[in-house]
């Protein structure tokens, strides 16, 4: 540890001082504050011990070097990559509590250890990084990983504004891009209605509806995938919902002809693929009056509309919003829309 020059302040005083030297370019931020039960000990530049005197008495005391850490993966791996590598990899993530999800180029699959290590050496708090190793396919919408880096599986604990979940990432599909598009949705739903979520997954939607709108009458959360409905139940319970929420596995049509026809002032049809197949049933859910959240994959916000049009023709309904809800591919974006909805 090196001895610096530190300017003496009271405790009382220390915040004030510290900014007003930091402001002055006097405080030297290479060296870390000290401080005893009276007083801290702000570190000085060499060269302005002069100006630092004006705010007190200057002594001489023990500090550590202030480890400044990297602010990006690149920044990490400036000197293990070549130039064509680090423009290769890619900035975005997803990060699930103590996992995250990344993508890692063709060009740069020797290095996925070291990329993967880099991760856990900047977010010290991740257990384990994995890497995408295909696409989201089939009916559940899951994708396979391999983890490069850290220890443990692929089941996490993930929290979203103020909701806990837990799910298997190869088994469920989740996305943490949706979770604006969750509280707008969620933010919409009114004392005594009862929703219908039609492709539940794991529950982030039905769960932020309960949390955030404690007087909805029910929410039906139904999918077809089996360990989607498995952790759809135990986050109920983890998020203490579990009333609120039915949660029911097996094919949405069939499950609403037997049982929900015309019972949802709302709606959700999160499974963008496939929309049109889906819309019938969604209708038949729905009361005499109601709205329809409606994902579909479409280039531009005029595609939606002209696909809603000519789905919804000869019925009564009026868009009151689309939103570009993420990127899907090169060309198209997963597109959200609210449909009013009033059946002869
Ligand atoms: C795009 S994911 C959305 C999951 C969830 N809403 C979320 O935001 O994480 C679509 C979900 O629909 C489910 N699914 C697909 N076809 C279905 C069907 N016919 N009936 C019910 N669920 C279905 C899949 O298993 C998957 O969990």
Redesign the pocket.
Known sequence: MLKNLCLKTPRKKAEFIRKKLFALGILDHKRKIVSDAKNVYLPIKNSKTTEAKKFGRLTEKRTKTQKREPRSIATLLRHKLTKRELALLKSSYDSFGEVVVVEVPKGLVKKEKMIGQAFLNLHKKLRAVFKKTGPVTG???TRKLKRIAGTGGSETTYKEHGCTFQFDLTK????PR?ATE?DIIARQVKPKEVVV??????G??SILIAKKQPLVKKIYA????PD?VRYLKLNSLLNKVGEKIEAIS????SIINKKLNGTADRVIM???RSPKNYLPTALKALKKKGVLHYYTFCSTEEEVRQRIGESLRGKTFRIRSIRNVKPYSPEEYCFAADIYISKK
């Open positions: 009916d559940y919408r469920v599909f989740f996305s949706l969750r979520d039609m492709f539940a997954g794991a982030p939607f139904i999918d077809l995938n989607a097996g094919d949405a049509p999160n499974l963008p």
